[in-house]
């Protein structure tokens, strides 16, 4: 029999035993999330909506209790041979692993997500992507041992920025981040701030893996700036896969 709504992911990522899937939010993506899976041996419990701005519950928290990942939240905590993904459309997904532990943390990781809101002058407390890599560390993780994997998020040259019109949006990154916004292009390179935290928690840049494309551009991704409503979010979902 032939599911007709099936899709295979976009992209792939083996991150050690951890299997790393990104679907296209353009076709029916939950069913293939979930049908992809059971093609492995796992079942999905939950596909996490982020929050989408700053007033929402679950900004910038991390869930660690499965029997809550349906609320809204910008990370999940996962372990052992727990199944779990997130939703996004332009937002970057991380995946943050120790993969010796078995325990990793799903991150969307969009602009305000991984921002200094609110404000602070500490490069390592602020944002979802110090949240996590605190958060694994809290948990016997040493820096060493994570691996980072960056997916479905729009490039630099595709998420742009008027100086003006939105300096609010720009100003909680001045101070440690302004390196990332061109003045001349209005491009606004959050994929390099990414790095640029997981790097300042010593995270090795070897272990640092992206798959380079942007939600915008490639025709297998769903995008905001590309003009798909809310009902089009990409979805990642990561599940063991030795």
Known sequence: MVLVNITEPTF????GPLLVATFDG???????ALAFAGQHGAEITTLV???????QAGFQEIQTDPQKYAISFDGIHV?????????????????IADTERMEWIICHAGRAAISPLPVTHSLQTHGIINKAVTLLLSRGSRPEDLSAYITAGICKKCFVHDAKRDAHLLRPFNEHYGWAFDTETGWFDIKRIIVSQLMNRRISAKNIHQDNLCTKEHPGLASNRGGDGPDKNNHVTVHYAP
Do not use: E, Y
């Not at 353009?26 to 293939?32: E, F, L, Q």
């Not at 909506?49 to 007033?55: D, E, F, I, Y």
């Open 12 to 15: 792939t990522f083996k991150l």
């Open 26 to 32: 353009k076709s029916a993506p939950r069913t293939s």
């Open 49 to 55: 909506a982020p929050p989408s701005n700053a007033t």
């Open 79 to 95: 372990t052992n041979k727990q199944v779990a993904g997130m939703q996004s459309r332009d937002c970057p997904i991380v995946v």
